[in-house]
């Protein structure tokens, strides 16, 4: 049994050392919140993965309108 509560400790120290020890994210000096959402926003590679997610959302949404009709239709 002592050893049980022995290797629970165990684990619970190893658990909270590596989650103190994980990597945040990392904030520029004096830089406000929105500010940053300005920053990600307007990234070239966040607008080309919006934009494709767009036009993947799009085709889809047209795919399942014409399953749609044509179910009506039958």
């Not at 050893?3 to 020890?21: F, M, Q, S």
């Not at 993965?49 to 399942?64: D, F, N, T």
Request: proline share 3%; no cysteine.
């Amino acid at each position: 049994m002592r050893n049980k509560i022995i290797l629970i400790g165990a684990v619970a120290l190893v658990a909270y050392v590596v989650g103190t020890r994980t990597p945040r994210v990392q904030v520029k000096k004096r830089e406000s919140v929105g500010h940053q959402i300005v920053r990600l926003w307007d990234d070239p590679k966040a607008r080309r993965r919006r934009h494709k997610a767009a036009k993947k959302a799009a085709r889809a949404a047209r795919k399942r309108a014409r399953r749609t009709l044509h179910d009506l239709r039958s």
